[in-house]
């Protein structure tokens, strides 16, 4: 079945370390996102690819980078982890026209000690 | 920008009664209404959807109202059973077909538990 894979599932890490979460596709969706999840705070907008050349910030992308290394990848990136970036980060994706839904990976769980 | 604010954040019924979720927008431009469902440890998955041309839209159990005027939704789940408890995100985004448009912005959540 075409799917959302994220890598690594779960990562524990030190204050200060480079984190790179992964994300792949075989949607062939050209759209996709990274959320972060926090209790209570719901989902929200980190980054935005809707191709390979076009990359957008959402509402949390202060220190968060992110790269669309092909139409089925696309990466998060924490250059200098810090204890409150500390969540559960999903990698989503969708088709071409607005009216067509996120599909999710299974999320990445990440604790930054 | 838009903002989606989601009521209650907790929910208890017992299995066989119904439960409401209800959200509310901010963005009148909004027209396009999805609900997610995440059970524990799982991904957000699509349960319905509705857009701004329709004020009901039903799936089994499951059906969403939108009221435009109020810029309200809701979610309603009918004959609970066990396996409908999990959190139930609701979002908001305005489509402009061949156009700018926004991105889906989420409620924070709410928590049903389906009592047996």
């Known amino acids: 079945d075409a799917d959302v894979t994220q890598t690594p599932r779960n990562r524990i890490t030190k204050t200060g370390k480079r984190i790179m979460l992964e994300c792949s596709q075989t949607?062939?969706?050209?759209?996709m996102y990274w959320y972060r999840q926090d209790p209570g705070l719901g989902l929200r907008l980190i980054y935005y690819s809707f191709d390979v050349k076009d990359i957008n910030k959402g509402e949390i992308s202060d220190g968060y980078s992110v790269s669309r290394q092909a139409q089925a990848k696309f990466s998060l990136s924490l250059e200098s982890a810090i204890p409150n970036q500390t969540a559960l980060y999903f990698c989503?994706?969708?088709?071409?026209?607005?009216?067509?839904?996120?599909?999710f990976g299974d999320g990445t769980r990440l604790s930054i000690l | 920008g838009e903002n989606v604010e989601q009521h209650p954040s907790t929910l208890s019924v017992q299995e066989g009664d119904s439960a409401v979720i209800k959200c509310t927008y901010s963005d009148s431009a909004s027209n396009y209404f999805p609900w997610y469902k995440q059970e524990l440890g799982k991904r957000p998955q699509l349960i319905i959807d509705i857009r701004s041309n329709v004020g009901e839209k039903k799936d089994q159990r499951i059906a969403v109202t939108l009221n435009k005027t109020a810029k309200h939704f809701s979610l309603h789940i009918t004959e609970t059973q066990p396996e409908d408890s999990a959190v139930y995100f609701c979002a908001a985004k305005r489509m402009n077909y061949g156009g700018s448009q926004g991105n889906l912005i989420f409620g924070k959540g709410t928590k049903l538990s389906v009592k047996p």
């Open positions: 949607k062939g969706h050209d759209r």
């Open positions: 989503a994706t969708s088709g071409d026209y607005s009216n067509q839904p996120q599909h």
